[in-house]
């Protein structure tokens, strides 16, 4: 079989390089702290609206609605460099699984209303997405926020927790109760939520990583008008179902891995005395190396079912499990083999490898919760992939 891509997807790849090298901000690559920090963030959402400009933020998206119908492979290109290169790149969810989920489920007025505006990054188009709740996480259906139809609105009360950008955020993507007596996957429904409507309360969350990303989100009698209801009434959770889907299609990120191997194999051959005191380390890069190349193929699965018109389900599962667990190994394999020095975090004399290992160390730990646990993900393999029955 040959994976090679072809020479004009490889002439793309190499545009996007010399996009990132001339918009990226230098010394703010990939440091994941995006949410937290507010100049950080400015970043990003500068690069954000330099991507818009070429149609890049939304490449596979119909023209009509601000894209340049790429293909799935040309998608993967762009992600797979942007990744590689560490540009910035706080997760857009407007563009990831928002937009692609009003384009399926959507009123016209919803599509028109927000598809140009995330596709052109404006102003007010950073989206936060509203499902948890304190007792609603792997078992979401079991979500208690309400939602009562008053005339021509909806009244929302409750409580959502771990959002995700909630502090940054001009829209929701909110899932709430809309039928208290039906089953729990009949009575829920999908909102667009202005994230400035008045009882709309948001509380940081500063993560082990010393970041804010998440927040608890609170609503005290706030009034959505009823066309912002997305799809059909109480259907919400098949909708929800299918941007969990195109949200853990996006999740699995090899090629940012394999900069971050890459560059502590670099570490490791300028620094040989590293190596001896920890031995092992070198055949964990065995492990880490040969990984990557079977969770490139994973990621490269999704996009061959996507070219197939199929939205990837429990392949996307096995990507984002075998992802996530990876990015916790690959941050351990660097603590072994920097020691104790690895502990020092960001620009300082000692700092070896950027100071940031130690960071990425804590930052992965919520990489197998964040967007479903592992758990989740493998009860899913198994049920939807292999056909078991359900424990
Ligand atoms: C970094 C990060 C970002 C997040 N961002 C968002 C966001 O933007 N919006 C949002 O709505 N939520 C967000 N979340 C929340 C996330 O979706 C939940 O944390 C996750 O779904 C797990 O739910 P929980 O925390 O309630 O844990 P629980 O569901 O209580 O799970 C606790 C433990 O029990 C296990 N478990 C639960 N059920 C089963 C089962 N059936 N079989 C086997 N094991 C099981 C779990 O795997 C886990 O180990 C984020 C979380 C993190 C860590």
Known sequence: MDFRFTDEQEAFRGEVK??????APEGRLGTGDEESNDA??????????AMAQKRWLTLAWPKEVGGLEASHWQQMVLNEEMAYQGAPSSQNMGTMWVGPALMLVGSDEQKQTHLSRIADAEDDSWWCTLYSEPGAGSDL????????????????????????GAHRADWGWLAARTDPDAPKHRGISMFLMDMKSPGVSVRPLVNMANDHSFNEVYFEDVRIPAPNLVGERDRG???????????RSSIAGFSGSKRTVEAQMAYAQEHPEDLERTPQVRLEFGDRFTEIEVGTNLAYRIVHLQTSGIIANYEASAAKLFSSELSQRIAATGMSMLGLYGQLDGPQPHAKLDGGTGKSYL??????????????????????GLGLPRG
């Open 18 to 23: 010399s996009f990132i090298a001339e918009h």
């Open 40 to 49: 950080a963030h400015q970043q990003v959402l500068e690069f954000q609206k």
């Open 141 to 164: 259906a079991s979500l208690q926020t309400r939602a009562t139809q008053d005339g021509d609105e909806f009244v929302i009360n409750g409580q959502k927790i771990w959002t995700s």
């Open 237 to 247: 959770w098949y909708h929800l179902a299918v941007a969990l889907d195109f949200e």
């Open 363 to 384: 930052q992965n730990v919520s990489a197998t919760i964040g967007g479903g646990t592992s758990e989740v993900q493998r009860n899913i393999i198994a049920t939807r």
